[in-house]
């Protein structure tokens, strides 16, 4: 990845809203789930939630099922892992103390 890149995609995430759809659907799982579960669970009204789910599918963090007549969707793993990679190894070059205290928030 790079520095353009993850800007970009570090700009599509400096949302609160859209931050709560990456943990609600880190937390569901492979599963994904419906946009309509995602407004109710992240309190925003269907546009909104739409709007926010719109953007964060563009910058390749969810993917996207019809099923029936509703969204499922499902966060990428890998794009996540790719950010955080590129934070940790390439921006902070593997910074020590950095990866010490991320460490020891994991455990």
């Known amino acids: 990845m790079i520095a353009e890149e993850a800007a970009v995609l570090f700009g599509v995430l400096s949302n609160a809203d859209r931050l709560s759809v990456i943990r609600a659907l880190v937390e569901v799982g492979p ?18 939630a739409s709007f926010h789910l719109n953007a964060l599918s563009e910058a390749g963090f969810l993917t996207k099922e019809r099923q ?16 955080v990679t590129f934070l940790m190894d390439d921006c902070c070059k593997g910074n ?6 991320c460490s020891m928030r994991a455990g």
């Open 31 to 48: 599963d994904g789930m419906s946009a309509g579960d995602i407004a109710r669970q992240i309190g925003a009204s269907p546009s909104r």
């Open 68 to 83: 029936s007549r509703s969204q499922n969707y499902r966060i990428d793993f890998n794009k996540i892992g790719q950010l």
């Open 96 to 101: 020590a103390e950095l990866r010490n205290c």
